[in-house]
């Protein structure tokens, strides 16, 4: 498959604690890009990459929130001292640069904060 | 700032019915505008597009039209099938040049085809 995936699928955390999310996006895509979806809404914007540049960040990406893309492939989205407002499936998606540039999305980690 | 907003759900119809789920938006300049499509257990997926004024999107038998004047962009299929079933979502694309690449979604339509 040779899709966006994304691990965990779930994740149950306690409160206060950290957790990392992985995303690896489609090989050649340039653009990776995390949403946030809470249940009964849309996806919600976090933040971008365009390689391994991060280029937008919404302002819902509070200080505990940070994304990296090192190496301009895999991303991974942090949460720190998670709360239970944090809990929510969490979106990744990838796309080129040119050309089609349709966003293809992952399955999701949702998250869960006890 | 961008939003969109779309008609709430649930849906329910029966097999071979009409649908159409309203949508509109509010963003500067030319949008593109999108529908996804969200089967159970699944991730989003996009099921068409449209990149300008009057363009009419349309894939699986759904249609969409970009109607600038209303700021519109309404799905509707003609006759749906149980395994149509899903949420799905209208969202937009600020136009290129920009600067941003994020898509502003609806809440969602979830949709149910009963036999």
């Known amino acids: 498959d040779t899709g966006v995936s994304q691990d965990p699928r779930h994740k149950i955390t306690k409160r206060g604690q950290n957790v990392t999310f992985r995303c690896d996006p489609i090989?050649?895509?340039?653009?990776l890009y995390w949403y946030r979806q809470t249940l009964g809404q849309g996806p919600e914007f976090l933040t971008y990459f365009q390689n391994e540049a991060q280029l937008e960040k919404s302002r819902l990406l509070s200080d505990r929130f940070s994304a990296e893309r090192p190496k301009g492939s895999f991303s991974t989205l942090e949460i720190q001292r998670t709360e239970q407002g944090d809990s929510a499936m969490y979106l990744c998606?990838?796309?080129?640069?040119?050309?089609?540039?349709?966003?293809?999305f992952g399955q999701g980690t949702r998250l869960t904060v006890v | 700032g961008d939003s969109v907003t779309q008609m709430e759900g649930p849906v329910t119809l029966s097999e071979e019915a009409f649908l159409t789920i309203n949508c509109t938006y509010t963003a500067t300049g030319y949008p593109s505008l999108f529908w996804y499509v969200q089967y159970p257990g699944e991730g989003l997926q996009l099921l068409l597009k449209a990149t300008k004024a009057d363009d009419k999107g349309s894939n699986k038998g759904f249609e969409a039209t970009y109607r600038k004047e209303t700021t519109s962009f309404h799905l509707e299929k003609g006759s749906v099938q149980v395994s149509d079933s899903a949420v799905y979502f209208c969202?937009?694309?600020?136009?290129?040049?920009?600067?941003?690449?994020?898509?502003?979604f609806g809440k969602g339509t979830k949709l149910s085809v009963i036999p």
């Open positions: 969202a937009l694309n600020p136009p290129r040049g920009a600067g941003s690449y994020q898509l502003t």
């Open positions: 090989s050649e895509h340039n653009r």
């Open positions: 998606a990838s796309s080129l640069v040119l050309g089609n540039t349709e966003a293809f």
